[in-house]
């Protein structure tokens, strides 16, 4: 990892730091960057601020498992990545781990958990119901 737990802490702390994540995820699969088995394709990201000043993405995008459904992902930006795959920036490896771990893979038992808004978009991730909302996990 050429970034440090430092690196992490001050970019988490920018004011900037969701428009930063959300260009380095759009610049991510604008170059073609690896993903998954799965090609995923981005069709928009966004950010906002949680309640408690969180910065959050929102990231709509087709994934070949789920057409004809627009898939929508949230994400609060305040977890580290488990590693820098492969990027040099903070905001870079996680736009990678977004692209790579969340958006491509296919989100199993999530699919069951979906909520469709207004749009026609079918969300998961924070914000939605947890995994531990599915009828088939023990609780």
């Given amino acids: 990892m050429t970034w440090t737990q430092d690196d992490w802490e001050k970019a988490v702390a920018s004011p900037d730091w969701g428009q930063r994540v959300a260009r380095a995820l759009e610049d991510y699969f604008s170059r073609g960057k690896p993903l998954d088995f799965y090609q995923a394709t981005l069709i928009g990201v966004t950010t906002e601020n949680d309640q408690d000043g969180v910065a959050v993405l929102r990231a709509i995008y087709d994934h070949p498992l ?63 119901p947890p995994l531990s909302s599915h009828p088939e996990v023990p609780s």
Wanted: proline content about 6%; overall charge negative; hydrophobic content about 30%.
């Fill in 66 to 128: 789920y057409k004809p459904r627009r898939t929508g992902y949230r994400r609060r930006l305040d977890r580290c990545p488990f590693s820098s795959n492969g990027e040099d920036t903070p905001e870079a490896s996680l736009a990678a781990e977004i692209a790579l771990y969340d958006i491509s893979e296919p989100m199993g038992r999530y699919y069951d958990l979906l909520v469709k808004d207004e749009n026609d978009v079918w969300w998961w991730g924070d914000g939605y």
